[in-house]
Structure formats: structure tokens, C-alpha cells
């Protein structure tokens, strides 16, 4: 059995020193952002973590963000729209476009 994601957190980079994400397209497009508060800071360390290790998110860092989503990937995919930064990687692999990332720090 896979991992659960609060325990997925628990091994991926620590981002007291994030502010946000910021997101684009490949036209330079801002897209959205991720910050960090309470309630977003699940997806802020799974998008700190793909930026740190593919410096982009492509179809191969959307499927391991996927992978580190856990149980609330399923649960995305059965309820469209309750998880916007789970969301925004299903599409990637569906459309192969690649968003651009920039980070925000204290």
C-alpha cells in the first residue's frame, strides 16, 4: 500500500522559507499560485519538491506529483475541481504542456 500524503509531508522539503509559487505557461502566461498558508501548504511542499528535483512541471513531474498526492489523488480525479493543484496535474498529463515555476522566498 502506498503512503498516506500526511506522511508523504513528512519526507519532502521544508518551505518555511516559501512564500509562494508562482505558475506559468509556456508563453509566460501567469497561471496561479500556491502559497503558503494553512490548507495550501500540502500542495506548496509537493510543487517546492517537483521544482527542486525538474526544475519544471512536465509530464514526468506531474506523475510524480501524482504519486505523492496519495489517497487525494483518487478522490481529485473522482471529484473534479475540490483540489485545483491536483487538478492542474491530471491535465498536464492529459495535455503534455509544461508549466514554468517560479519561487518566491523569504
Known amino acids: 500500500m502506498s503512503q ?3 506522511d508523504v509531508l513528512n519526507t519532502l522539503p521544508d518551505i518555511d522559507h516559501v512564500i509562494k509559487i508562482k505558475l506559468y505557461d509556456t508563453n509566460g502566461n501567469f497561471v496561479d499560485d500556491i502559497e503558503n498558508l494553512q490548507g495550501t501548504q500540502g500542495s506548496l511542499k509537493v510543487y ?3 521544482y527542486k528535483n525538474f526544475k519544471e512541471i512536465n509530464l514526468e513531474a ?3 506529483g501524482l504519486e505523492l498526492f496519495s489517497e487525494h489523488t483518487a478522490e481529485a480525479k473522482n471529484y473534479p475541481g ?3 493543484n491536483i487538478d ?3 491535465d498536464i ?3 503534455n504542456n ?3 515555476i517560479e519561487t518566491i522566498l523569504r
Open 4 to 6: 498516506l500524503f500526511k
Open 48 to 50: 517546492f519538491y517537483l
Open 62 to 64: 506531474a506523475q510524480k
Open 82 to 84: 475540490n483540489h485545483p
Open 88 to 90: 492542474r496535474l491530471i
Open 93 to 95: 498529463l492529459r495535455t
Open 98 to 100: 509544461i508549466l514554468r
